[in-house]
C-alpha cells in the first residue's frame, strides 16, 4: 500500500516538473514578475487603468514583427535576427506613400502595397543568402540585419525624396531622422473600432488588425505548403526524401517574415505616430525576438500562442517597470532591465538550442 | 582491497518508472571480477535504462531517481554523474562512437588523462598550461591496446581508421584507465564486421582474465552464448532469467526474450518470375555516397518479385537506393516500366510512385518531433495531394486532420505499433516501432514499387518478424515490387525471391535464394578492394 502512494506521489512530481517544463521557467518568472508589478502599480500611486492600456497599446504595435519570427523559425531559418530587412521594406512602403501624397487611411493601406514589392527582392535576396549558410544561419542573419540598416543610412539622405513632410528643412534634401506621420496613417488603425472605459482604452483596430494576420499565419500553417514548411524545419534530409524541394520552402519563409517584417513597422508607426529611419532598426529584432522566446517559442518551434503571450509578458515589463520602478527607488531602472531581460532570454534560448 | 566475500557489482530490487510508467522492475544480479554478464533483451525491455542508472547518468536524476540499491564491493553506492561511476571504476562504450576525429588514436585514448611535464608557463598559470608528455601517453596508449589483445596503428587520425578500428580505439581509451574494474559494452559489434567481431570477442576473454568484470550487451546471441559466463535475459522490464551460458542455446534465449516461439528458419518459398516484365530497368549506375560508392551498377528488376540486394559493409549496397531515389548524387540510366526516370531529384521518383524506406531511420526517416500522424502522411500529401481538403477551387489546401487520424490509426493497428496515441511524438518510440512508422510512410503512397534499406538495423528480433513479415504481406497483398537491402543475409534468404550481391560498387552476381548460405559468401568477397 505504501508503495502504491510513493508511486503516487512519483508520478504527480512528475506530472508537475512536466507542467514546469513545458510552461518554461524563464516564462514562469517573467510572468510572476509582471504580476508583482502590476500589483505593486497602485501602491506606488500609479494608475492600474492607465498601465493597462499603456500595455495593450504597446502590445498592439509590436504584435506583429513578433509574428513575424514565426515562418523562419518553422522552417529551420532560426531566429530572423535580420528583421530590420523587412523593417526597411515597410519604412521604404511608409516614406513613399507619404511622397507620392497619399493622406489618412489610403496612405496606409499604399504604404503595405509599395513595401510589398521592396520585402519581396529584399527577402529573396536574403533568403537566397541564408540558402547558401546552412546551419549558421542566425549568425549570417545578424550582420545582414546590421549592415542593411547601415546602408540604409546613406540610401535615406541620398534618395530623391521631396516631400517637405520629411526632408531636412534647410537643404530641402534626404530624409530626417524622424518623421511624424500626423495627417497620414497616424492611429489609423488604433483610432478604428476604439473602446473607451475611463481611463481604459483599447485599440481594437490594431489588435483586429493583427488577430487577422495571426489567423492568416495559423491558417498558413494548417494547409499543404505550411505543414511542408514545418517539416523542413523538423527535418530537412526527411522533407527532401518526401520529394519537397527544401531550398524552395525555406525562401518562401524568409519572404514571409521579410513581409511580417514590413507590414509589423507600418503598424507600429501608426501607434507610435512617427517613422524613425537611420539606426532606428538596427535594435529593433532584439525585442521581437525576445518576445517570441519569452513566450515560449524554441530556435525551431513556435506557434501564434508563443507570440500572443510573449508580445504581452515583454511589453509588459517594458511598460511597467518604468513607471513602479522609478517611482519606487527613484532612479531609471527600467531600460537597464528591459536589455537584461530581452538578452537574456535571448542568450538562454541560444543555450538550449537543441542539436541537429 | 577487493573484498572476497562480497561480488564486484550488485543490483538489488532496482525499480524505476519514468512518470508512472514501469520500466523496470526488480531487478537483482551479481557479478564478479572476471566474470562476463551477458545482457539480452529487446528493444525497450529496459537493458539501456538498467545501464544508465548503473552509470549514473542525468537522465535519471531527472526523472525522479530509481528504487532499490546498487551495491560495489558490497557497498552502497549512488552514482549522480557519470564522473563517479568513472571514479568507482565503471567504463563505458557507448554504441555512438565518442572520439575527436582529428585527432590519432594515442590523443584519443588519454584525452583528458594526458601525462604532463610542468613548464615554465604552467608553473605560473597552472597545470592547465602543462605540456603533454608523448612518450609516455604513447607507452601507455601501447600498454591499453596491448589489454586489448588487437593491434591498431596509435600513430592513426580517427577520420582515417576503418570503423570497427575507431569501436577498438573507444575501447582500449576505457582499458587505459587504471581504475578500470567493470566495462560496460553497449552493442559493440552491430558496426563491425564477422572478423573484427571475432576479435572484439577475444579481447573481451582476454580482459576479463585480467580480472575485469564485463557487462555485453548485444542483439547478437550467439556472441553472448560464445563468450559469456552468464546471460540475463530481460523482458518488459523485469529479468526473465539469469543462466550460465552453458546451459542454454540461442532458440531458448530467443524465446525467452520475446515470449514466444519466432520463426527463423528460411522460408524457402522463392518464386519464379523471369517471364515477368521488368519493373525496373539499372543501367551503369554510379553513387557518389560517401562510405557507400556505387561503382557501375546493372540490374533487372521484375514485377511482383522481392529483390534482395546484400553484401559487406562498405561495398555500395545502399548507395544503390539512395542513389536511384536521388539522395545522394548519381548517374547512369533507370528506367521504370520503359520510362526513364532522372535521378538527382526524389520527387520525379515519387511521382512515379516508387516509394523508398531509408537506411537511416532517425537521420532522414522520420519528423522526430512531430507526431505519428505527420509521419506517416506526410510524404502522401506533398506529393499526391492526399489527405487535404480543398477550398476556393483548390486555392487553398487544408489538412484534413480527421483522415489523417484515421490512416494512422490504421497503420498503428496494422502494424501493431506500440505507442499512447497516433499524436504521440515519433522520437519517443522505440527502434522497432520507429521502423514500423516508417513502413506506414511508405505504404501509405501505396507505391508500385518500393525500396527498403536495412529494415531490421538495430530492432530486436521480436520486432524484426513483424516488419519482415509486413514486408512480405505488402509485397503478396497488394503485389508491390519490393527491393530490400540488408546486411544480414539469413534474413533475404527469408523473405526474398533472388538475391543481388553488391561487392566493390557492382554486382557481383544474382542467384535465387535456396542457394546455400556459402554461394553468396563466395559473391561477397569476390570484387572486394
Redesign the interface.
Known amino acids: 500500500m505504501n508503495e502504491q502512494i510513493t ?1 503516487e506521489r ?2 504527480y ?3 508537475v ?2 507542467a514546469i517544463k513545458t510552461f518554461g521557467i524563464p516564462r514562469l518568472i517573467i510572468a510572476a514578475f509582471l504580476l508583482t508589478l502590476f500589483i505593486a502599480a497602485p501602491l506606488v500611486g500609479a494608475d492600474f487603468a492607465t498601465q493597462l492600456t499603456n500595455t495593450i497599446n504597446r502590445f498592439s504595435w509590436n504584435a506583429i514583427l513578433v509574428l513575424a519570427m514565426v515562418p523562419m523559425i518553422h522552417s529551420g531559418c532560426g531566429l530572423n535576427f535580420g528583421l530590420p530587412l523587412g523593417i526597411i521594406s515597410g519604412l521604404l512602403g511608409g516614406t513613399l506613400s507619404i511622397e507620392f501624397g497619399f493622406t489618412g487611411a489610403m496612405s496606409f493601406f499604399m504604404a503595405i502595397i509599395i513595401a510589398t514589392p521592396f520585402a519581396i527582392i529584399f527577402g529573396a535576396a536574403y533568403g537566397w543568402l541564408l540558402n547558401k549558410i546552412k546551419g549558421g544561419e542566425m549568425m549570417i542573419a545578424t550582420y545582414v540585419g546590421f549592415s542593411s540598416v547601415s546602408f540604409m543610412c546613406i540610401m535615406w539622405l541620398l534618395l530623391p525624396y521631396k516631400s517637405p513632410n520629411m526632408v531636412w528643412g534647410l537643404s530641402g534634401n534626404g530624409l530626417r531622422t524622424t518623421i511624424s506621420v500626423e495627417g497620414f496613417y497616424d492611429k489609423v488603425l488604433a483610432n478604428f473600432l476604439q473602446i473607451n472605459l475611463g481611463k481604459l482604452s483599447i485599440p481594437l483596430g490594431t489588435l483586429l488588425f493583427f488577430a487577422l494576420i495571426a489567423f492568416l499565419m495559423w ?1 498558413f500553417l ?4 505550411g ?2 514548411m ?2 523542413v524545419g ?2 530537412p ?9 527544401v531550398d524552395k520552402v525555406r525562401l518562401l519563409s524568409v519572404l514571409l517574415s521579410t513581409w511580417l517584417g514590413a507590414v509589423g513597422i507600418l503598424v507600429y508607426q501608426q501607434g507610435f505616430g512617427f517613422i524613425q529611419l537611420y539606426m532606428a532598426p538596427f535594435y529593433m529584432a532584439l525585442p521581437a525576438v525576445s518576445a517570441i522566446l519569452i513566450g515560449g517559442a524554441s530556435v ?2 513556435a506557434s501564434i500562442a508563443n507570440v500572443v503571450i510573449g508580445t504581452f509578458l515583454f511589453q509588459g515589463i517594458v511598460t511597467m517597470t518604468p513607471t513602479v520602478m522609478n517611482s519606487m527607488i527613484h532612479m531609471d531602472m527600467s531600460e537597464v532591465i528591459r536589455i537584461i531581460v530581452s538578452n537574456g532570454m535571448i542568450l538562454y534560448a541560444l543555450t538550449r538550442k537543441m542539436e541537429g | 582491497m577487493t573484498n572476497n566475500y562480497n561480488p564486484l557489482l550488485e543490483m538489488r530490487n532496482i525499480r524505476k518508472d519514468f512518470f508512472g510508467n514501469q520500466v523496470l522492475t526488480d531487478i537483482n544480479f551479481t557479478l564478479n571480477s572476471g566474470e562476463i554478464l551477458g545482457l539480452v533483451g529487446e528493444n525497450g525491455a529496459g537493458k539501456s535504462t538498467l545501464m544508465k542508472i548503473l552509470f549514473g547518468m542525468d537522465i535519471i536524476k531527472e526523472t525522479g531517481g530509481y528504487d532499490g540499491d546498487v551495491l560495489i564491493d558490497g557497498k552502497k553506492v549512488e552514482f549522480n554523474t557519470p564522473f563517479d561511476a568513472l571514479e568507482a571504476g565503471i567504463g563505458m562504450v557507448h554504441q555512438e562512437f565518442s572520439l575527436i576525429p582529428g585527432f590519432t588514436v594515442s590523443e584519443n585514448i588519454l584525452l583528458n588523462r594526458e601525462p604532463k611535464n610542468p613548464n615554465f608557463a604552467s608553473e605560473l598559470f597552472g597545470d592547465r598550461l602543462d605540456t603533454l608528455d608523448y612518450d609516455q601517453m604513447e607507452a601507455r596508449a601501447e600498454a591499453a591496446i596491448d589489454k586489448m589483445g588487437f593491434s591498431i596503428d596509435r600513430k592513426m587520425i580517427i577520420t582515417n581508421l576503418p570503423v570497427g578500428h575507431r569501436q577498438f580505439t573507444e575501447i582500449a581509451r576505457e582499458l587505459s584507465k587504471e581504475q578500470l574494474k567493470l566495462l560496460i559494452l553497449d552493442e559493440p559489434t552491430a558496426v563491425l564486421t564477422e572478423k573484427e567481431a571475432e576479435t572484439l570477442l577475444q579481447s573481451i576473454r582476454n580482459m576479463a582474465q585480467n580480472g575485469i568484470a564485463v557487462i555485453f550487451i548485444t542483439h547478437r546471441l550467439h556472441e553472448v552464448l560464445d563468450v559469456c559466463d552468464n546471460v540475463l535475459v530481460m523482458r518488459d522490464g523485469y529479468v526473465v532469467k539469469n543462466v550460465p551460458a552453458k546451459e542454454t542455446n540461442v532458440a531458448e534465449v530467443t524465446k525467452m526474450m520475446v515470449g514466444r516461439q519466432v520463426d527463423t528458419a528460411a522460408s524457402g518459398s522463392a518464386r519464379d518470375f523471369s517471364n515477368s516484365r521488368n519493373a525496373m530497368t539499372i543501367k551503369k549506375l554510379w553513387v557518389d555516397m560517401p562510405g557507400e560508392t556505387v561503382r557501375n551498377v546493372s540490374l533487372v528488376v521484375k514485377e511482383g518479385e522481392i529483390l534482395g540486394i546484400g553484401g559487406l559493409a562498405g561495398q555500395g549496397k545502399l548507395g544503390i537506393p539512395n542513389g536511384v531515389m536521388g539522395l545522394y548524387d548519381a548517374g547512369g540510366e533507370v528506367e521504370f516500366y520503359d520510362e526513364p526516370i532522372p535521378l538527382n531529384n526524389p520527387r520525379k521518383c515519387l511521382d512515379a510512385s516508387i516509394a523508398f524506406v531509408s537506411e537511416d531511420r532517425r537521420g532522414v526517416g522520420l519528423l522526430l518531433d512531430e507526431s505519428l500522424e505527420w509521419n506517416i502522411v506526410f510524404p502522401a500529401m506533398q506529393v499526391q495531394n492526399r489527405f487535404l481538403k480543398k477550398y476556393l477551387s483548390g486555392w487553398i489546401t487544408w489538412r484534413d486532420e480527421k483522415s489523417i487520424t484515421n490512416i494512422t490509426n490504421h497503420y498503428i493497428e496494422k502494424l501493431a505499433i506500440k505507442c499512447t496515441s497516433s499524436k504521440q511524438k515519433s522520437r519517443e518510440l522505440s527502434g522497432g516501432n520507429q521502423q514500423k512508422v516508417c513502413l506506414a510512410k511508405a505504404f501509405s503512397l501505396n507505391p508500385k514499387f518500393l525500396f527498403v534499406s536495412e529494415p531490421t538495423r538495430g530492432i530486436d528480433v521480436g520486432a524484426k518478424a513483424l516488419v519482415l513479415d509486413a514486408l512480405k504481406k505488402f509485397n503478396r497483398e497488394n503485389g508491390v515490387t519490393i527491393v530490400m537491402i540488408s546486411s544480414e543475409l539469413e534474413e533475404l534468404r527469408q523473405i526474398c525471391d533472388r538475391i543481388a550481391i553488391v561487392s566493390g560498387g557492382k554486382i557481383a552476381g544474382i542467384l535465387p535464394a535456396e542457394e546455400p548460405s556459402e554461394a553468396f559468401g563466395m559473391l561477397m568477397v569476390s570484387q572486394v578492394k
Do not use: L
Request: zero cysteines.
Open positions: 508511486s512519483r508520478m512530481r512528475g506530472a516538473q512536466n491558417a494548417h494547409t499543404k505548403t505543414t511542408s514545418t517539416a523538423s527535418n534530409a526527411f522533407a527532401k526524401a518526401a520529394g519537397v524541394n525551431n518551434k
